[in-house]
């Protein structure tokens, strides 16, 4: 099992900049993928982005946010990033990062940490 724990959220403007920080624990060599989700008030959990763990990275992104957002991963450190430019108020939502020990489709995330939330306002 692996622990995942969230940092970096909070009230950014329109058009402002947010990094997310997810720091893995437990056993995060079993990883396959990590990845973020956010969950907006009254709609489902959405998956943001993706990144492989091991290999090649292959980040991939939903389209509401290409462009504007970019996943990163510190192998060393156990943790991932998302960088997320250009805010709009459709962005706010909690930011959750998840992990998959198989596979790296946005069903195959099963460890999750607490969310953070990002609010944009306008």
């Known amino acids: 099992q692996v622990q995942l724990v969230e940092s970096g959220g909070g009230l950014v403007p329109v058009g402002g900049s947010l990094r997310l920080t997810c720091a893995a624990s437990?056993?995060?060599?079993?990883?396959?993928?990590m990845g973020w989700f956010r969950q907006a008030p009254g709609k489902e959990r959405e998956l943001v982005a993706l990144?492989?763990?091991?290999?090649?990275?292959?980040?991939t992104y939903a389209d509401s946010v290409k462009g504007r957002f970019s996943i990163s991963r510190h192998k060393t450190q156990n943790a991932v990033y998302l960088q997320m430019n250009s805010l709009k108020p459709e962005d706010t939502a909690v930011y959750y990062c998840?992990?998959?020990?198989?596979?790296?489709?946005?069903?195959?995330?099963?460890?999750w940490g607490k969310g953070t939330q990002v609010t944009v306002s306008s």
């Open positions: 437990g056993r995060p060599f079993s990883m396959s993928a």
């Open positions: 990144i492989r763990w091991t290999g090649n990275s292959s980040p």
């Open positions: 998840a992990a998959a020990i198989s596979g790296w489709g946005s069903r195959d995330f099963d460890s």
